[in-house]
Structures are given as C-alpha cells and as structure tokens.
Nanobody, 124 residues
C-alpha cells in the first residue's frame, strides 16, 4: 500500500511558476512509476507528466512540454512537478499517482494509487 500526499498548489498569475510536491510512503519507492494528472471543472482527468522508478525516463503531454518538468528525489520519497510559464487553462486540481511498473503509463486507469489532489489556479 502506498499513500500519496500532494502539496504546493495555490493561486498564481499567468506567467508565474509553482512547484508541486508528492510525498510517498513505503520503502520501495524506486519500483513505482509516478505521474501527475489534472482535472478541471467539468472535464475528464488528463495526463500531465510521468517518470519511471529510476528517474531516467519521463513523458509529458504536448501542452506542457517546455514548461513543466517532472523529477523525483529517491532519498525523500518525493516527486516534483515544476510548472513555469503558467497559463489560465492550467487551472485544475492536480493529482499525484503511482503504480508498480517498469515502464511509464499515461492512462489514469493504469495507476493504482492516488493522492487527494492540490488546487492550482492561474489568474489572467
């Protein structure tokens, strides 16, 4: 069982930056692929970024490439999402997810564990 706790959300102006953190419990952190998803009101949950257990492989959805960076700190059992050049349509609840995989899924249905979410609001 893995417990995930997100933090770092908030209100920011367009063009600004935020860094989300996802702290994971458990002793086998490096066996988990980790991802960030987001869900805006009235929309389906969508993939944002993911990283494999070792941190060498990352995947991003097109609309965040060049603006967001996913990383992980194994010593702290934490995954980060650095978000730069934020836009109003980045406004959503951001969720951290985890699954034991050697590859990096992007479908939310492939993930077994989820955090409670953290709200990100970008004002214009």
């Amino acid at each position: 069982q893995v417990q995930l706790v997100e933090s770092g959300g908030g209100l920011v102006q367009a063009g600004g930056s935020l860094r989300l953190s996802c702290s994971a419990s458990g002793r086998t952190f490096t066996t988990y692929a980790m991802a960030w998803f987001r869900q805006a009101p009235g929309k389906e949950r969508e993939f944002v970024a993911a990283i494999n257990g070792g941190g060498a492989t990352t995947r991003y959805t097109d609309f965040v490439k060049g603006r967001f960076t996913i990383s992980r700190d194994t010593a702290k059992n934490t995954v980060y999402l650095q978000m730069n050049s934020l836009k109003p349509n980045d406004t959503a609840v951001y969720y951290c997810a985890a699954v034991i995989r050697t590859w990096v899924p992007i479908d939310p249905g492939d993930y077994d564990y989820w955090g409670q979410g953290t709200q990100v609001t970008v004002s214009s």
